[in-house]
């Protein structure tokens, strides 16, 4: 069993920048592969980044690409998630995830989830 909490969400302007952390409880938790998801108010959960057990394969969205980066501490069991040049489209509550397998962090299928951090971002 892992527990994921996410901290680092709040309200910035256009163009401003916030990181992300998630925590991960649990003697195994740096072997999991971790990402990041997002959810809009009225759509579906998507996904924003992932990253392996050992930080060597890492994945993102298009939409976020160039811009957010994730990056992980396995000393310390912590995933961040480095979020610049921030829209107004990615305004959403952010979820942390956990996986045994990079793939089921990509294909949105993980086996844990966090309880999710508010980003809002103003224009």
């Known amino acids: 069993q892992v527990q994921l909490v996410e901290s680092g969400g709040g309200l910035v302007q256009a163009g401003g920048s916030l990181r992300l952390s998630c925590a991960a409880s649990?003697?195994?938790?740096?072997?999991?592969?971790m990402g990041w998801f997002r959810q809009a108010p009225g759509k579906e959960r998507d996904f924003v980044a992932a990253?392996?057990?050992?930080?060597?394969?890492?994945y993102y969205a298009d939409s976020v690409k160039g811009r957010f980066t994730i990056a992980r501490d396995n000393t310390k069991n912590t995933v961040f998630l480095q979020m610049d040049s921030l829209k107004s489209e990615d305004t959403a509550v952010y979820y942390c995830?956990?996986?045994?397998?990079?793939?089921?962090?990509?294909?949105?299928?993980?086996?844990?989830w966090g309880q999710g951090t508010q980003v809002t971002v103003s224009s």
């Open positions: 995830a956990a996986a045994l397998t990079f793939s089921a962090v990509a294909d949105l299928r993980p086996n844990w």
């Open positions: 649990g003697r195994t938790a740096s072997s999991y592969a």
């Open positions: 990253i392996s057990w050992d930080g060597g394969r890492i």
